[in-house]
Nanobody
Framework: QVQLVESGGGLVQAGGSLRLSCAASGRTFSNYAMGWFRQAPGKEREFVGSIARIGGKSYYADSVKGRFTISRDNSKNTVYLQMNSLKPEDTARYYC??????????????????WGQGTQVTVSS
């Protein structure tokens, strides 16, 4: 089992920044590709970004490319999502996911093997 706990969500004004964290426990963290997904009310859950096991390769949705950065610190069993230039349309609940597959497959399929409970991000206009 892998347990994932997100933190760092909150309320921010448009144009502002926020950093989300996802702490993992239960299995060897570096065995998993990691990803971030989000879901807004009335919409399907969508892929945001993913990162390879050692952090050398990452993928992003077109909607966040150039504004969001995913990173990981395997010594701390933690993955981060730095969000800059936030827009009201970024408002959603953000979920962390772990995958035994690749970061690329997470981007293409939108699938993960383990999920956190999510953290709310609200961007005001």
């Amino acid at each position: 089992q892998v347990q994932l706990v997100e933190s760092g969500g909150g309320l921010v004004q448009a144009g502002g920044s926020l950093r989300l964290s996802c702490a993992a426990s239960g299995r060897t963290f570096s065995n998993y590709a990691m990803g971030w997904f989000r879901q807004a009310p009335g919409k399907e859950r969508e892929f945001v970004g993913s990162i390879a096991r050692i952090g050398g390769k990452s993928y992003y949705a077109d909607s966040v490319k150039g504004r969001f950065t995913i990173s990981r610190d395997n010594s701390k069993n933690t993955v981060y999502l730095q969000m800059n230039s936030l827009k009201p349309e970024d408002t959603a609940r953000y979920y962390c996911a772990a995958s035994a597959g690749s970061a690329q497959s997470m981007a293409v399929t939108g699938r993960g093997d383990y999920w956190g409970q999510g953290t709310q991000v609200t961007v005001s206009s």
